[in-house]
């Protein structure tokens, strides 16, 4: 069993099963699927997201694997993605509480509890009217750039996200967005994968995923390009000798992706 506790939750549940009390927690449901539970909660009058993973079972597992998709068998995966993207200083969440029992892993009873960061708006709604009101120009630069930043340096720590989407970067509005001052956190990392060093294809699935949920908020050819600067930290001559076959990758998946969300209203 592990169990790591940090305040508030040390306090509250001294002496108590962490398990139950976590069980316990009310409040608003964010998701509720076979096996796991995401809610938003409140303790001594500050916010938390609580995910709650009960195990999916040996069929589901099978299931996942045999369609080519990894299961998501705890709360796990997020807090070790949370720690190394603390370690290296991309911004993101604040685990404050992580238990995990079990050794059968279709069966595991996990769950990990973060700082709600508030108050935020998602890069998705913040661009959502750019086609027709578009940012600043320098605003829009500094938000490309810090993207692009933040994603190359979660990648180079050798984790990858598998839902990399713009939705997953979170705004701080607590002060006025400027360029000048702006700060972002990325977020829902329970699907992420930690190592030493990441494939090629894992990098390549999260930079489509990315791509392809900016489609839709009017970047122009030089903005794409300044993103592949900061990402590759490169020359984008070389960027673009070395990499042709991702870029063209890229374009293709984003747009095979983009399709299958006209199609059927869903990209996932």
Request: hydrophobic share 40%; with cysteine.
């Amino acid at each position: 069993m592990k169990l790591i506790l940090a305040e508030p939750f040390k306090r509250l549940w001294d002496g108590r099963d962490a398990f139950t009390e976590v069980e316990q927690l009310s409040g608003e449901v964010y998701r509720e699927l076979d096996g796991r539970r995401t809610l938003r909660t409140e303790v001594d009058g500050r916010g938390y997201f609580v995910k709650i993973h009960r195990g999916i079972g040996w069929g589901e597992v099978f299931k996942n694997l045999l369609t080519a998709k990894l299961p998501v068998l705890g709360a796990g995966q997020e807090w070790r993605a949370i720690k190394r993207l603390h370690e290296v200083g991309v911004p993101t969440m604040t685990a404050v509480a992580y238990g995990e029992k079990g050794s059968n892993p279709a069966q595991q009873h996990s769950f990990i509890i973060t700082e709600e960061l508030a108050p935020t708006v998602s890069l998705e709604d913040f661009s959502l009217n750019w086609l027709k009101q578009p940012p600043q120009p320098k605003l829009k630069r500094a938000l490309i750039a810090e993207v692009a930043r933040m994603t190359g340096m979660m990648h180079r720590a050798g984790v990858n996200h598998r839902d990399c989407y713009i939705c997953h970067f979170l705004l701080h509005t607590d002060t006025p967005v400027t360029a000048d001052n702006l700060r972002l956190s990325l977020i829902d990392l329970h699907r992420a994968q930690t190592r030493a060093v990441i494939s090629r294809r894992w990098r390549n699935k999260d930079l489509a995923a990315l791509y392809f949920s900016a489609l839709d908020i009017g970047l122009t050819q030089r903005d794409k390009l300044r993103f592949l600067r900061g990402y590759f930290q490169m020359p984008l001559r070389q960027i673009l000798r070395e990499e042709a076959r991702l870029l063209a990758w890229l374009e293709g998946k984003a747009q095979k992706l983009y399709e299958r969300k006209v199609r059927y209203g869903d990209a996932l």
